[in-house]
């Protein structure tokens, strides 16, 4: 089995991050159980087969120890406005399957080629190509179909509005856009403010949905899901600059997936571009304007809090 690598560095552990680490593992468990139920071989209500090698493929690309960032942080800004967390697992399960069809596709041969991916070979190693390309586009419409699904919410405009906000975090404008800028950045010399914008969309529109999306979840006010939208937007940013710095500064045991890919493959990053010093300096620019955002909520955001302190401190 992996190990779930969500623990804070020995040593630099004091009671919050004990106390954020377990409200991590909690949600992760809880969406793993989730996943788990819903990825199998027995077709559901509808539905004539599901493919027993496309099923296992989606399971490698999914049950395989993924830190369950994004769904921790949906569950977790709905809970803030009251919403029982169990109550916001079908969203969150919604939006990891996104999350693990992003990856799933990144890793291809055609795009990052990479052979690791949270300590396990990638889908397109451990499977073939065409089948890991099926798999991601299952995850991706199987996000929809959960979203869409009254378990979501017994309000269809809300589900209505949650399946046309992940459709624009995910797309054109959203993270395959971002994506695609990615690549055709690997030939060019760019100016930081580009490569900011890679990582608003290929990264930062995802962790902004999750946010956003908990609170549309919970009947938050306009105002408070502005807020919300905000600080997903800034831990985003921090949360790919992390993983830049990280590509560069970290080892494959650590993050479960291979490093210096960045400058191997000749990808200017925002760290590349800025150097360490900066980078590092702007991640905590990006903490201070997270946890702006926040100041309405008071007491209520502890969490989100440290949420934010953990992207921009994380180790893997
Ligand atoms: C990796 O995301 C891809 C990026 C956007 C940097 P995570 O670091 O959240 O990966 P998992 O889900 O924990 O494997
Ligand atoms: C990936 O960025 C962002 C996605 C939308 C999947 P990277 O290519 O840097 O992510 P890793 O380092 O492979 O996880
Ligand atoms: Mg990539
Ligand atoms: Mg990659
Ligand atoms: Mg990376």
Redesign the pocket.
């Known amino acids: 089995m992996h190990t779930r ?1 969500v623990e804070w560095r020995a040593g630099n552990v004091d009671d919050e991050k004990v106390m954020f680490q377990k409200r991590l593992s909690a949600c992760a468990a809880q969406i793993d159980a989730c996943l788990n139920n819903m990825l199998t071989e027995t077709p559901r209500d509808g539905e004539i087969a599901r493919p027993p090698r496309l099923i296992a493929a989606m399971r490698h690309g999914v049950l ?7 769904p921790f942080l949906l569950v977790e800004t709905a809970a803030m406005f009251g919403m029982k967390r169990t109550a916001a697992l079908n969203a969150a399960a919604a939006l ?1 399957c996104l ?2 069809y ?2 799933i596709h ?1 890793d291809l041969p055609v795009m990052d080629n990479d052979d690791l ?2 300590g396990q070979p990638t889908v397109h190693r451990a499977f073939d190509e065409a089948t890991a390309i099926l798999a991601g586009d299952s995850l991706l419409t199987f996000a929809f179909e959960i979203l869409a699904s009254s378990g979501t919410h017994s309000d269809p405009a809300i589900r209505i509005e949650l399946v046309a906000m992940l459709a624009r975090a995910s797309g054109m404008a959203g993270m395959a856009g971002g994506q695609m800028l990615d690549l055709e950045n690997e030939a060019r010399t760019l100016q930081p403010e580009e490569a900011s914008l890679v990582q608003q969309m ?2 930062a529109a ?2 902004r949905f999750a946010c956003e999306a908990g609170a549309v979840l919970a009947g938050a006010s306009r105002r408070e899901r502005a807020a919300l939208a905000g600080y997903g937007e800034s831990i985003g940013k921090a ?2 600059l ?2 830049d710095i990280l590509d560069i500064t970290a080892s494959a045991e650590t993050l ?2 291979q490093t210096a890919k960045d400058s191997e493959r000749g990808k200017a990053t925002l760290v590349s571009i800025i150097g360490l010093k900066d980078a590092i300096a702007m991640k905590q620019d990006l903490l201070r304007d997270a946890r702006a955002q926040l100041a309405q909520f008071g007491e209520r955001a502890q969490l989100l809090h440290q949420a934010a302190y953990f992207i921009v401190h994380r180790d ?1």
Not at 64 to 70: A, S
């Open positions: 690598r395989n120890g993924g830190k369950r960032l994004r990891e999350h693990c992003s990856l990144d991916r949270r290929k990264t995802l962790i949360f790919q992390a993983d479960g997936k893997h």
